[in-house]
C-alpha cells in the first residue's frame, strides 16, 4: 500500500523560504519509473501543478514557478524535499504530494493528505 | 484562468445522469494527450477517478465513464448518488506550456 504524508511549517511571513518534506511508503524512489510531485491548492480555487522529480534525478518544474522552485530527492529516507523561495500571501494554500503513475500525461494517485501552508505578516 | 476549461457546476437529481466537460486546445489534450479525472470531497485530497480517458481504478463504481473527442474530455455518471457530491478536476499535459495542467475544477450538486 503506497502512502505519502507532507510536513512543514503551518505560517511563513512574506519573503520567507517554505521548505515541504513529503515521506512516503510502499515505493522505492530509485526503482525505474518511479515519480514524486507536488501540487498545491489555494483556498476555494483549482489544482496547479507545481514540480515532479523522477527516479533518475530528473526533475520538470512549473514555468512559472521555475525561478522559486527546488525539487529534491533522498532515496534512503524515503523523502521528497519542496522548497519555495520568496514566499508571498498568494502562495497561501495546501501543498499536496502524490506519487506519479507513467502515462501520456502522467497522473498522480495516490496523494498526501496535505499541508496548509498560511503566508501572512 | 485554467489551460482547461470545465464548467463551474452541474447538479442532478439522484438516479438522473450528469456529464462534465473538460476542453483543451491543440497544445494539450487535441496534441494527443490522455485526460485523468479527479473527484475532491471538501477538506479531504483529491482521489483518482478516471485515468488515460477512459480506465477505472479498482473500486470506481462502472457507474462513472470516461471518453476523449478531439480537443476536449468528458466524464459522466450515471445512477446519481448523494455520494457523488464533490468536486472534480481533469488533468492532462500542455506541450507548449511544458506543464501537467489541471481544469478549474466543477463543482456536482445532487439535488
Known amino acids: 500500500q503506497i502512502t505519502l504524508k507532507e510536513s512543514g511549517p503551518t505560517l511563513l511571513k512574506p519573503t520567507q523560504t517554505l521548505t515541504l518534506t513529503c515521506t512516503f511508503s510502499?515505493?522505492?524512489?530509485?526503482?525505474?519509473?518511479?515519480?514524486v510531485g507536488w501540487i498545491r491548492q489555494p483556498p476555494g480555487k483549482a489544482l496547479e501543478w507545481l514540480a515532479l522529480?523522477?527516479?533518475?534525478?530528473?526533475?520538470a518544474y512549473s514555468p512559472s514557478l521555475k525561478s522559486r522552485l527546488t525539487i529534491t530527492k533522498d532515496t534512503s529516507k524515503n523523502q521528497v524535499v519542496l522548497t519555495m523561495t520568496n514566499m508571498d500571501p498568494v502562495d497561501t494554500g495546501t501543498y499536496y504530494c502524490?506519487?506519479?503513475?507513467?502515462?501520456?500525461?502522467?497522473?498522480?494517485?495516490?496523494w498526501g493528505q496535505g499541508t496548509l501552508v498560511t503566508v501572512s505578516s | 484562468q485554467s489551460v482547461l476549461t470545465q464548467p463551474p457546476s452541474v447538479s442532478g437529481a439522484p438516479g438522473q445522469r450528469v456529464t462534465i466537460s473538460c476542453t483543451g486546445s491543440?497544445?494539450?489534450?487535441?496534441?494527443?494527450?490522455?485526460v485523468h479525472w479527479y473527484k475532491q470531497v471538501p477538506g479531504l485530497a483529491p482521489k483518482l477517478l478516471i485515468y488515460?480517458?477512459?480506465n477505472r481504478p479498482s473500486g470506481v463504481p462502472d457507474r462513472i465513464s470516461g471518453s476523449k473527442s478531439g480537443t476536449s474530455a468528458s466524464l459522466a455518471i450515471t445512477g446519481l448518488q448523494a455520494e457523488d457530491e464533490a468536486e472534480y478536476y481533469c488533468?492532462?499535459?500542455?506541450?507548449?506550456?511544458?506543464?501537467?495542467?489541471f481544469g478549474g475544477g466543477t463543482k456536482l450538486t445532487v439535488l
Open positions: 502524490a506519487h506519479r503513475r507513467w502515462g501520456s500525461p502522467d497522473w498522480f494517485d495516490p
Open positions: 510502499g515505493f522505492s524512489l530509485s526503482r525505474s519509473g518511479v515519480g
Open positions: 522529480v523522477y527516479w533518475d534525478d530528473d526533475k
Open positions: 491543440s497544445s494539450s489534450i487535441g496534441g494527443g494527450y490522455d
Open positions: 488515460a480517458n477512459s
Open positions: 488533468q492532462s499535459y500542455d506541450n507548449i506550456l511544458r506543464a501537467w495542467v
